[in-house]
């Protein structure tokens, strides 16, 4: 918990535009592990000048300049390849749509009981793949879906539903009561989360239900007989 408290504090002074040097004398932490939190984070380019003005050490302001000048040959990289997939990968057909679902659902879906099919998720662009596969390849009536949050206790709650409900353009109506986790978010944040706590959204109907389980039944028979 210490480690986690440690990073949220790097944040928050990040967020203060200091550099990594400034942050590693307030906290102690080595700037390797810095460097891994703070990745996101970049100061941004009339800070860096400001540093040289304010006659912050040589290596401290090259550093940060050198950080930056990588993160935008990074972003600059990814989205080239993000691109080059877009092409390769679209238009789906309605068959490749149902078995990207059913791979989904395989890894992320609740798995019993065979009664509904529900997915949780702190990412909303899985949550909506999954609402899109319901109601455009399953053929399932989008008032059916029910959502259900589990937020944390230092989060706005109300905020928290508002966020999930335009995000996924459902109505509040559909929403059940949110599940409030006594924790804080800082831990599920530190893994990697979205900041708006889990969504779960599900559907009941237990023919359609038992239908998915059996067709990820068949997906898993097929390579369970396969040799290694």
């Known amino acids: 918990m210490a480690r986690l408290k440690d990073r949220e504090k790097a944040l928050a002074l990040r967020k203060q535009e200091m550099s990594y040097s400034q942050i590693k004398k307030i906290l102690g932490v080595s700037k390797s592990t810095l460097s891994y939190w703070l990745r996101n984070y970049p100061l941004s380019g009339q800070r860096i000048k400001r540093l040289q003005r304010m006659g912050a050490r040589r290596s401290e302001h090259a550093i940060e300049k050198f950080r930056e000048t990588m993160r935008r ?3 600059k990289r990814l989205e080239q390849f993000c691109k080059e997939e877009k092409k390769l990968i679209f238009p789906l057909t309605n068959r490749e749509n ?4 059913l791979f ?3 890894g992320e879906g609740s798995k ?3 009664t509904e099919l529900a997915i949780s998720n702190t990412d909303p662009s899985v ?4 609402i899109t596969w319901l109601i455009k390849i399953l053929k399932v009536p989008k008032e ?3 959502v259900q949050l589990h937020l944390y206790k230092d989060m706005a709650i109300e905020k928290g539903i508002q966020f999930w409900s335009k995000t996924l353009n459902i109505p509040f109506n559909q929403f059940t009561k949110p599940y409030i986790k006594k924790t804080s978010s800082m831990r599920i944040n530190h893994k990697g989360g979205f900041g708006h706590g889990t969504c779960k959204v599900r559907v009941g109907g237990a023919e359609l239900a038992e239908k998915m389980h059996m067709a990820i039944k068949a997906i898993a028979d097929k390579y ?3 040799g290694t």
């Open 224 to 226: 369970n007989k396969m």
């Open 98 to 101: 149902l078995l990207a679902g």
């Open 73 to 75: 040959k990074r972003e």
């Open 104 to 106: 989904l659902y395989w």
């Open 127 to 130: 949550i909506k793949f999954f």
């Open 144 to 146: 059916k879906l029910k």
């Open 112 to 114: 019993n009981p065979f």
